[in-house]
């Protein structure tokens, strides 16, 4: 990446101060461009899932991997709970989605509040996990909640088999007026549910697997306690990447919690952060780390940099960082921050081999918490930051009562904020098919046809407040 004209910036930089200029391109279609990273991470779009618990869940790591990303499960979630989340996300299916199922003799009020747990919409009606009729809301409409399934479901299934293709599927959908359809093998068992939608993202993107074809999916770690025998656990539970997570992670405890990781010599990615600086990055690749994570405070559930002062500008700690990652043949993600797809696209320009989204992703579908609806019948999920009261109080459920209380005095975080879920487009793969779309776009702009090759190309200015917001789409009313 280089500045246009040569600038050089007299100050730090985020994602809003820059633009990007269009370039001389051979790259014909946006389709021509190759996002696979090559961070060891095996994503074939550069986007990481943040482990935060109202974000990162088993439904968001399966549904994300489907679509070339990976998530992170959090590292205050038990060991045996997140070897048990990894089994369930590698037996996935790489095409169609999990199902939500129901019985004939379960009620309304129960299936409400399963068919929000998936974007897709539809509850598959199972008897002998065999489908005999499929629910939706549209079915529910003024029924009571003890009102049964079997009194409001339609019987009138088209079902898919197991070898159709995602090309065919469509078809067969759209020909019958069909939005979805549950999926069966030869003895006719239901082996997951396929959507119109899901069936043209499977031609769009392909799905991040490892080397027995089964999803990715990554896990964090802690830097206290048995380090080296909860990295030992997960790696052999089949975690596909590692991440020793701590808000300060240019400090001695780190650097020992990497070593300890290192030592197991694993096969697999180590993340380590965070840090914002060239210093932070050697110290850590030093250590051990393969990818460095860049970001102290640029997070929206985030107040550190309101309640201490630290942290620095995204834009500029990722471009430093990465120049140095790439001096000692290690990788950076650029986490936190990221409110538009532009902003993805800037942070791959200045050198981030992936870019991590955390909040954004809490308002959809597959995040971990309840669709809730507030007083104008808006949905959203409640999400909050990992350093806030809320995500200590968590943490620290078993500490004896005298500590518990010390630890919950300090803070570094929003503990409840409603993220809402933009009306009909309340998937994870909603905001990727937007972020993906603008990221393939950027790059045709600056003649890329890789993440490599587009942090090479890339040229960037530096603009004022009212450039940036002349480039915001304006209401003509």
Known sequence: MKFLNDTKPTTDLTYNDVFMVPSPSSVGSRMGVDLRTADGTGTTIPLVIANMTAVSGRRMAETVARRGGIAIIPQDVPTDIVAETIRRVKSSHLVFDTPITVKPHHTAGYVRHLIPKRA???????????????????????ADNFDQVQDLMSTELLTLNHSVTPREAFDILYEHSRKIAPVVDEAGLLVGVLTRSAALRASLYTPATDQAGCLRIGVAIGINGDIAGRAESLIQAGADVLVIDTAHGHQDTMIEALKKVRSLNPSIPIAAGNVVT????????????????????????????????????????????????????????????????????????????????????????????????????CLYKESFGMASRRAVINRNSKTEAFEKARREMFEEGISTARIYLPEGRGGVEDQIDSIISGVRSAFTYAGASSIEEFSERAVVGIQSAAGYAEGQARSTR
Request: hydrophobic share 40%; aromatic share 4%.
């Open 120 to 142: 897709h919409g539809a509850a598959i009606v199972v008897e002998d996990d065999r489908p005999v009729g499929i629910i939706t809301p549209k079915d529910m409409r003024g």
């Open 278 to 377: 060239a210093q932070g990055v050697r110290d850590l690749a030093e250590a051990g780390a393969d990818i460095i994570k860049v970001g102290v405070g640029p997070g929206a559930m985030c107040t550190t940099r309101m309640q201490t002062g630290v942290g620095r500008p995204q834009f500029s700690a990722v471009l430093e960082c990465a120049q140095e990652a790439r001096k000692l043949g290690v990788h950076v993600w650029a986490d936190g921050g990221i409110k538009d797809p532009r902003d993805v696209a800037l942070a791959l320009a200045a050198g981030a081999s992936n870019v991590m989204i955390g909040s954004w992703f809490a308002g959809t579908h597959e995040s971990p918490g309840d669709v809730l609806q507030d007083s104008e019948g």
